[in-house]
């Protein structure tokens, strides 16, 4: 008895103090007074006295009860009173005013999520929470305030994380509870209270019959519990009722509507909601069921676009893979066939549905196409979400660094505005904006480059590179290539033939280097103390005791050599021009070889055209004459391989004898 005494004496003095605290809005006054007792007999009592004194509150307007909640909230981060307080005096407050009252002290608790998502608040008051929303919703209707329920469901959603499994439907299961009752007389329609002038204007009027009535709100049932839609029976049963409601919204038209309303507004006076376009657009939560109101509902809108949501809504169920379904709850093929019509053509109603029906088409598409990962996500079981960890130091440093890149959309259109094209690589699109007419780049002096003989062996010579240079297969293909138009050493005919074609290589680059060293030492006078010194050089490991022999052999070739090296080997322009005058063809030999070519489309496939470019030889030269004369022009100043013998050679395989002869006998 005295135990309870001390505590109600405790609970007064703290309720005195606190009303002091919180009308000068002091609370070091609240916590230095309970410094010297217990604080579990301290939390109790401050718990009490918060709400005692929120009794005398309640008289008091919204912003005062907010201002109590708050400095209570302040109490629990100084560890005067425990967590669960402030939610324990929002729903005191709930239970006690009004709705309406309600409706606008639940933005508090809105705007204080984050609050409550604290670590010392979450996990003491999420439960009270819950608690209280649902208190809130039990007296709420879900017609007539629904606004106020979808607050509290979205403060919700946003309150707790998506891993509480306390707001999922992990199984799948419906509202049942969901029913809706329809029925009446059987042979009232909406015409016998609709004015004859009506009637005559409308031409698209639907006659609403009971049995589509009945049909349509039917339908209500399989919306609700979509598992009746794998029973055979009721299969056969949905499909009949869909068919006939779908083919009342095709030929019922709201355009016709709209024009109605139009000629209407006509004889009205024009307001400021008119003038602006803010007539408010009305929802209702559930439309009511009565035969005579059908037909109206048919001409609204919304309400169209409500049942045809649904049909959405329930073909997407049956056709996606849901973790709780049965075995035999699968669609048949006629029916998945069945399905995707019938989305088509819900989809095209959609669209025709003023206003901005195609807009809301998209936008429906768009929400049940998300609607797909959520569904994969809860097949999944559900995994937590968990926050990316933070970068290191040195990571935020560098991604801090880095500038933020420019959309390609805005690159691409500031390089259009300068006539120019974007290629997404800088060294791409400055190549590709270096000359308006790429093919006439192409044929520039500046990319017609051949490197000197005795550069490119040079680069086999390098300590430690010479055995991996001339067994590489690129490097080796263009030695060969270079060989070929340079060196009079690729046509000396032996009886050795070639076993490896890298010591084949090894031994043309030092070819290659004692002519270019005698070639140099000439002229100089220095021919013969310039070969001793390339023999000294040489290895002779595999030689063995014929280093003499070897020696005379050498110098009778390099005897030879020496007549044919000619005075310059870097003159390049003077070796290509040779070789022009030499390989390529003449104007006289172009004129006497284009009118024998009797297939100059296949000649130019074999010489490496492509069928665009054959079409665009086509259509840029009138005749066959100036085609092939035109093809064989380019083909010689693009193909480095292009030559009198060459054209022969691949002519002769052709079966072009007649061209062949006349190119022979020109001159």
């Known amino acids: 008895m005295s135990e309870k005494m001390g505590f109600e004496t405790l609970r007064a003095k703290y309720k005195d103090v606190l009303s002091k605290a919180f009308s000068t809005n002091n609370i070091d006054l609240l916590d230095s007074f309970s410094k010297n007792i217990n604080e579990s007999d301290r939390k109790a009592a401050m718990d009490q006295a918060f709400r005692d004194k929120l009794l005398e509150l309640l008289i008091e307007d919204a912003e005062t009860l907010e201002s109590y909640v708050s400095f209570c909230i302040e109490s629990c981060r100084r560890h005067m009173v425990t967590p669960t307080m402030p939610v324990v005096l929002l729903g005191d407050i709930f239970d006690a005013l009004t709705l309406n009252k309600c409706e606008k002290m639940f933005t508090y608790v809105e705007n204080g999520v984050n609050i409550w998502k604290e670590e010392l608040f979450f996990v003491a008051c999420k439960n009270n929470l819950l608690r209280m929303c649902n208190?809130?919703?039990?007296?709420?209707?879900?017609?007539?305030?629904?606004?106020?329920?979808?607050?509290?469901?979205?403060?919700?959603?946003?309150?707790f994380p998506f891993s509480e499994r306390s707001g999922l439907n992990i199984v799948s299961e419906f509202n049942l509870e969901n029913i809706t009752e329809f029925?009446?007389?059987?042979?009232s329609t909406l015409k016998d209270s609709l004015d004859e002038e009506m009637m005559v204007e409308e031409k698209t009027k639907l006659n609403i019959d009971y049995n589509l009535y009945c049909r349509f709100w039917?339908?209500?049932?399989?919306?609700?519990?979509?598992?009746?839609?794998?029973?055979?029976?009721?299969?056969?049963t949905f499909v009949a009722h869909s068919g006939s409601v779908?083919?009342?919204?095709?030929?019922?038209?709201l355009e016709a509507i709209e024009l109605q309303k139009s000629k209407m507004?006509?004889?009205?006076?024009?307001?400021?909601?008119?003038?602006?376009?803010?007539?408010?657009?009305?929802y209702f939560a559930k439309f009511l069921t009565n035969q005579k109101l059908l037909e109206l509902q048919l001409s609204d809108s919304n309400f169209r676009r409500c049942v045809l949501i649904q049909f959405l809504i329930l073909f997407q169920y049956l056709s996606?893979?849901?973790?709780?379904?049965?075995?035999?709850?699968e669609l048949k093929k006629d029916q998945t066939d069945w399905v995707k019509e019938t989305t088509a053509l819900i989809y095209r109603l959609l669209g025709e549905t003023p206003p901005d029906g195609q807009q809301f088409a998209e936008c429906v598409q768009h929400i049940l196409k998300r609607e797909e990962h959520w569904n994969a996500w809860k097949n999944d079981g559900c995994p937590e979400f968990q926050k990316p960890k933070p970068p290191a130091a040195g990571e935020e440093e560098i991604r801090k660094s880095k500038v933020r890149r420019r959309p390609v959309g805005d690159i691409i259109k500031e390089y259009e505005g300068q006539q120019k094209c974007y290629l997404g690589n800088n060294d791409l699109t400055k190549l590709w904006n270096l000359c308006p007419d790429n093919l006439s780049a192409c044929r520039t002096k500046e990319r017609d480059f051949m490197p000197s003989l005795h550069s490119y062996m040079a680069t086999a010579l390098e300590p430690g590179v010479g055995a991996r240079r001339t067994a590489d297969g690129a490097w080796g293909w263009r030695a060969l290539r270079l060989l070929a138009r340079r060196s009079p050493h690729f046509f000396i005919h032996t009886n050795t033939p070639i076993g490896r074609l890298p010591d084949y290589l090894a031994d043309m680059v030092k070819r290659v280097t004692r002519d270019a060293a005698l070639a140099e030492s000439s002229s100089n006078g220095d021919a013969a103390s310039a070969i001793k010194q390339e023999l000294k050089q040489e290895p002779t490991e595999e030689e063995g005791g014929e280093e003499q022999m070897e020696e005379v052999v050498i110098k009778e070739e390099d005897n030879n050599d020496m007549e044919q090296v000619p005075d310059s080997t870097n003159d390049e322009d003077d070796d290509k021009a040779a070789r022009t005058r030499v390989t390529m063809l003449t104007p006289a030999q172009m004129d006497a070889l284009c009118p024998a070519l009797g297939d100059w489309k296949k000649l130019a496939a074999k010489l490496g055209f492509k069928p665009d470019e054959i079409q665009y030889f086509e259509t840029e030269n009138a005749t066959d004459l100036l085609r092939a004369k035109n093809m064989l022009q380019l083909w010689c100043d693009d193909d480095e391989d292009a030559s009198v013998e060459n054209l022969l050679y691949i002519m002769e395989g052709l079966g072009m004898a007649e061209a062949c002869e006349a190119l022979r006998n020109a001159k």
């Open 183 to 187: 029925g009446g007389d059987n042979t």
């Open 320 to 329: 996606s893979s849901v973790k709780f379904k049965m075995e035999t709850q």
């Open 265 to 282: 507004n006509r004889l009205k006076p024009v307001t400021d909601d008119d003038m602006h376009g803010t007539k408010e657009q009305h």
């Open 246 to 253: 779908l083919s009342a919204f095709s030929s019922y038209k």
């Open 218 to 236: 039917s339908l209500q049932d399989f919306f609700r519990n979509p598992n009746t839609c794998y029973n055979k029976i009721q299969w056969k």
């Open 135 to 159: 208190d809130l919703l039990r007296r709420l209707s879900r017609s007539q305030n629904t606004v106020f329920c979808g607050r509290i469901l979205l403060f919700l959603a946003k309150f």
